[in-house]
């Protein structure tokens, strides 16, 4: 009886799309770039994470992508960061009809019952104009230290939001 009790609060305390339950994304596919300037995209493939980094969106498929395998601290980091960010509520799509070259960007991330298909173009959750806003520097910083502290921004002159 007593395991019985114990088996259920612990349940309670670690929900089957928590972080305990699946400390790794059934489904991670984020990429951020465009035409001309920095590209970035990774893949989680077989457990692993294939990162790949270009001059641009179009020549990222043509990169021998790196592979990243990360602890599973830092899975926890990510998921507790997508939780905060608040990206499970993003909209399916952000544009900005006046802008006809600049950033492309899209998430994909699945964990147990949480999952966000979210991409723009030259607009963000939460952003201003050509400004990604707080939240989206947040996803990017995340995803950069999921991989080891790899380059992962929006053009050059931009950073994170965290970084210096």
Request: charge should be negative.
């Amino acid at each position: 009886m007593k395991t019985g009790l114990m088996l259920l609060a612990l349940m309670m305390l670690c929900p089957s799309d928590g972080i305990w339950a699946n400390e790794r994304p059934q489904m991670l596919d984020i990429a951020v770039g465009g035409f001309d300037g920095p590209s970035y995209s990774v893949t989680l493939t077989n457990g692993v994470l294939a990162y790949r980094s270009g001059g641009s969106m179009s020549l990222l498929l043509e990169t021998k992508p790196e592979i990243v395998s990360p602890t599973d601290s830092e899975w926890r980091a990510f998921r507790t960061s997508l939780d905060q960010i608040g990206v499970w509520n993003w909209k399916t799509n952000y544009v900005d009809p006046n802008v006809l070259d600049g950033t492309e960007w899209h998430v994909i991330v699945k964990y147990g019952s949480k999952a966000v298909e979210s991409e723009g173009a030259n607009a963000y959750p939460h952003g201003k104009g050509a400004d990604p806003g707080p939240a989206f520097k947040k996803l990017l910083t995340a995803v950069s230290k999921l991989l080891s502290e790899r380059e992962f921004k929006c053009w050059s002159n931009l950073r994170p939001e965290g970084t210096h």
